[in-house]
């Protein structure tokens, strides 16, 4: 098999995924581990809270990994922000004066920007780097990636918003809308007030739980369990992200559980019934995955 047949397969294998993915946090990583196809280093960057922080990378030492998850840089000066700023830019290098951000890897010989956007804006920056000729180094086929990210978290976005929109016209008519039957791809977020789902908006692909390459927590030698301790992560990351102001007051209240109380049982019914067979210490990891992700570690708040 030859190298572009086999970078090819790939990329239809990576795109498959993007789009069978449920989660914001799935997509991105998704994405992330797609790039093995065009690059042979790659770090996403996300805008949050006015500047680009980083989120995860792959190809890198683990000490430059980890301290690209601590890295930041300016939304309003320097490369990111002037491939945020760039409407109809896919993919572009390093200009005279601009530089990657520097999270302790190898000074790279050649390096390009692509932004993820969502609803026209800029939410995400995936930046690919190489030393000298290696391969593979395809901007072409990151671009695409980015694409069918971008793709697919308008999807989730648009299905949000018919939810948002259903929910509001039940709630004047006092009657049950046929729209708010359809499939969700959010399957635990509460629905939101149509106002505020529009202020944030596209900011909510950028509120993901950070990963690390690896599955979070100590590593399970039963492939079984690592399933479910990456899902049990995945339902919590997700109840974050479309209840952010209720997790953020409700560690504050301290009645966490009672304002999430809706969304952490529909987290556990959905885990329950695609790991039955693990039982109670199935759903203990899930109980760790609210407690981390939710709760800041503090188990008395779940």
């Not at 200009?95 to 010989?109: D, K, L, W």
């Not at 995936?126 to 593979?136: G, K, N, Q, T």
């Not at 919590?236 to 809706?262: C, F, H, M, P, Q």
């Amino acid at each position: 098999m030859s190298r572009e047949t086999a970078t090819l397969e790939t990329l239809d294998r990576k795109i498959a995924e993007l789009a069978s993915f449920l989660s914001p946090s799935e997509i991105f990583r998704a994405l992330l581990e797609g790039t093995v196809v065009g690059a042979p280093r790659a770090a996403v960057f996300l805008l949050r809270d006015g500047r680009f922080k980083g989120w995860s990378s792959i190809g890198y030492s683990a000490k430059a990994a980890q301290s690209q998850r601590q890295a930041t840089a300016p939304a309003d000066s320097g490369w990111l922000a002037s491939l945020a700023a760039e409407e109809d830019v896919r993919w572009r290098s390093i200009a005279a004066g601009e530089s990657v951000p520097n999270f302790g890897q190898p000074p790279e010989t050649e390096a390009v920007g692509l932004p993820v956007r969502v609803g026209g804006k800029a939410v995400a920056i995936l930046v690919a780097e190489r030393h000298a000729a290696e391969e593979p180094w395809s901007p072409a086929a990151l671009a695409i990636l980015c694409q069918a990210a971008r793709l697919r978290l308008e999807l989730d976005l648009a299905w949000r918003r018919l939810k948002t929109q259903a929910a509001t016209t039940a709630g004047r008519s006092g009657t049950v809308s046929d729209a708010g039957s359809a499939p969700s791809v959010t399957p635990f977020a509460a629905p939101e007030a149509a106002a505020t789902v529009t202020a944030t908006a596209t900011a909510a692909a950028t509120e993901i739980a950070p990963w690390s390459g690896v599955t979070s927590g100590t590593p399970d030698a039963d492939p079984r369990r690592e399933e479910a301790r990456r899902y049990a992560r995945l339902v919590a990351t997700d109840i974050r992200l479309y209840n952010e102001e209720a997790v953020v007051v409700g560690r504050r209240e301290r009645d966490l559980s009672k304002r999430l109380g809706e969304q952490l049982k529909r987290g556990r019914d959905a885990f329950s019934n695609r790991f039955p067979d693990l039982g109670p210490d199935g759903m203990k990891l899930l109980d760790d995955a609210y407690v981390q992700v939710l709760a800041g570690g503090d188990s008395s708040l779940i």
